[in-house]
């Protein structure tokens, strides 16, 4: 029988889903004997038991999935070109965990044939949806002009904005690059596989459709299991913007892409949320001074050690296509809502028909709807649940949502960014 592993402290939100304790099993550490033993008594339905390892039980099969603490599911799935043979997937809430335990009951099969069945639609020029650690992208062969139409088609994106190529390997960089610097060496060998994308000479192999004419080309290895196990299996670079339609917010679940893509797209890939949460920082190495095109998650602080001066490119006006990165458009990321920058949200607090953003606990109740992206300031959460607060307050037919900037720093720069180019530059209105 395949059944769910529980941490025995997570047992009380477990039951908010009934149909799912019928394969749940509570497991605990002998330390945690004492708690077992209560939760036993209040929930006699579970079958418990005490293990020093619960990663051996994923190990034999005797179960599917750990349910943690922190709303992640673990299972073993060893994959090709992925390290560890344990996969951890992050949701933002219990009935997302429990669905995905139920669509992939036996994720040591189920996603290595996904993943050998998309990575087929992905060399055959199909386009193929996955989870990065960022957000959700649309893929495609980079090396196939066809698809990559596809991908502009599918996401109703204007030519004139390239697309970041994916790679799950670093031989891959042949072809598609001119060459590969020393501080473009140094910077894979600290952040690869991660959210940095690096913007390089490229290789004249690669096709106008890819860089929009431009003679850089944006390439980065993504820090998700399934992604990297998708690319390596489909043997190409894979092209991927983000999975939304074009000026939307960027999808950070596999619902988010199906939302607005369904139809559109062969196939998407589920993994769960995307952990980081907001798209990868692009960083210009061409240019004489490197420059952070879009900040994201590895911002200043981080490059600043390796690279010496880095800059930050300005972030222009709303029509100018002639920019660094044309991402750089002013008015993007936005939802359908409209989202007012204020500084103090409490002004909105009597306001039915009016949607809260907030990154703490303030202490005052609110008579709309509240998204909290972070209870106690915790910026990485922020930028986690950022998109996904979002839309989920959008899709509440609200009048317009309001939000205050985090502080500038860390990846709060990345955040607040994304905030002012997804809020509108109307007046503020009352209530
Ligand atoms: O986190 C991410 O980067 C996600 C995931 C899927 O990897 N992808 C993503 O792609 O956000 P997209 O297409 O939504 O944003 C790519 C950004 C755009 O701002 C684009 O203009 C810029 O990268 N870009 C791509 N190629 C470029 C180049 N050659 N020079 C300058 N900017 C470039
Ligand atoms: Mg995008």
Redesign the pocket.
Known sequence: MHTTLVPVSMLVHCTADESASATMLVVYPPEERGEAEYYQKLYPAFPFLETENPLTLLEEGKASYLLGRDLTLTCYCPLDGVDSPFLTFLFHTLEDACTYTRSYPNPAQDLPRLIKEYAKLLADGKLVAFP?E????LGGDATNEEAVKGIFAAKERPFF????V?IAELSQLDGLVAEVSEQAHVLMQQFWPG?L?L?MK?HPQVADIV??G?E???V?M?ANPLALALIKASGKPIA????NRFGYT?PTTAEHVREQLSGRIAAILDGGACTVGI??T?L?LHTKIPTI??P?KIGVQELSPLLGEVALAKQAGPTDTKL?????LESHYAPTTPLYLVDDVRQYQSCKDVGVLLFEDIGISFQGPVAYISEDKDSETAAMRLYWAIRKLDGMGLRFMVCSLLPEQGIGVAINNRLRKAATKKEQPSC
Do not use: F, N, Q, W
Not at 240 to 243: Q, R, T, Y
Not at 324 to 328: A, M, V, Y
């Open positions: 990065t960022t957000v959700y992208g904005d390239p697309l970041i994916h959210p994308t913007v490229k860089t929009a431009s850089t080309i944006a980065r993504p991927a913007p983000s999975a960027s798209e990868s692009v210009a095109l879009r994201g660094e990165s044309p991402g750089l």
